[in-house]
């Protein structure tokens, strides 16, 4: 529960920061999963993970997103069509 609970609370706190942002994919059964070719080991499986697309012309840099990601616990994976966020590695 507070792994979840630092996952929220700091999306809400990149929501603020980047109000842009939009979550395309959150939680994910294990099926799911594996169909859209999600790894086995993917936070999405523990709700701690979700993919964000962004407006026109709001797409922060990697590297401002990911400072704002730090600051909260979280981290990103920039992807072609969206950012993967996920709690830091660290943290799980
Ligand atoms: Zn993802």
Same mark, same amino acid.
């Given at each position: 529960m507070r792994r979840y609970s630092t996952f929220n609370w700091g999306m809400f706190y990149l929501r603020q920061q980047f109000p842009g942002a939009s979550v395309t994919s959150w939680g994910r059964? #294990?099926?799911h999963n594996k #169909?859209?070719?999600?790894r086995d080991d993917s936070q999405h499986l523990g709700w701690t993970a979700c993919d964000v697309v962004?407006?026109?012309r709001t797409r922060p840099p990697l590297e401002v997103l990911q400072h704002e990601a730090t600051k909260v616990g979280l981290e990103v994976d920039r992807e072609a069509d969206h950012d993967h966020i996920e709690i830091a590695r660290a943290y799980v």
């Open positions: 059964s #294990a099926a #169909a859209v070719g999600g962004w407006d026109d």
